[in-house]
């Protein structure tokens, strides 16, 4: 087993462990992904949450898509300041349909790749982790998969940042889009 698969599987093995209380919730759009969320809480979180969110990456076309993202958080509900204490960090699995390689990214540099090879859709696999700013420990994490329908970064960044706004800080069980 990967690194990336075991750290993926330690994620889910995570969520299913701390599956009581889950409530689910009501289904969401999915124009650019279709699939489903997954959430455990670890602590009580502050209200209203005010969340740092920062792609390592300092390119321009990085920046389009970490604005689009955050863009998504915001409609979904989430407070998004570069200086919160408390910071969202994503680990990216995609999956060709065809010949089922993996490849695992800590940033959205997949959005180069991701949306141009011809053939079935890829598969999006990301684990959304939050902790207070300079301490390992997640206070809150997620895992989120679904088929990518959408050759266009920006709208799938946005999309991606909606679902995950709309559950952060939450306890749920399988919600789809």
């Known amino acids: 087993m990967t690194f990336a698969a075991a750290r993926l599987a330690a994620s889910v093995a995570l969520l299913i462990g701390l599956g ?5 919730g009501p289904a969401m759009a999915g124009d650019a992904c279709d699939g489903g969320i997954e959430a ?9 949450l005010v969340i740092a969110f920062q792609d390592p990456r300092n390119t321009a076309r990085s920046k389009i898509v970490t604005a689009s993202f955050v863009d998504g958080l915001r409609a979904g509900g989430v407070a998004v300041q ?12 995609i999956t060709t349909a065809d010949k089922g390689q993996v490849r695992q990214y800590s940033d959205f540099s997949w959005t180069t790749a991701a949306g141009a090879a011809a053939g079935p859709p890829p598969t ?16 809150w994490v997620a895992s989120l998969e679904c088929k990518i329908k959408t050759e266009d970064p920006v709208v799938l960044a946005k999309e991606l940042g909606q679902v995950i706004g709309e559950v952060l800080g939450k306890q749920l069980d399988q919600k789809t889009f």
């Open 124 to 139: 999006l696999t990301v684990t959304a982790g939050l902790t207070v700013k300079g301490q390992p420990t997640l206070i």
């Open 20 to 24: 009581g209380g889950i409530m689910a």
């Open 40 to 48: 455990s809480s670890l602590e009580t979180l502050p209200t209203p």
């Open 82 to 93: 570069p200086d919160a204490a408390d910071v969202l960090h994503l680990s990216f699995l």
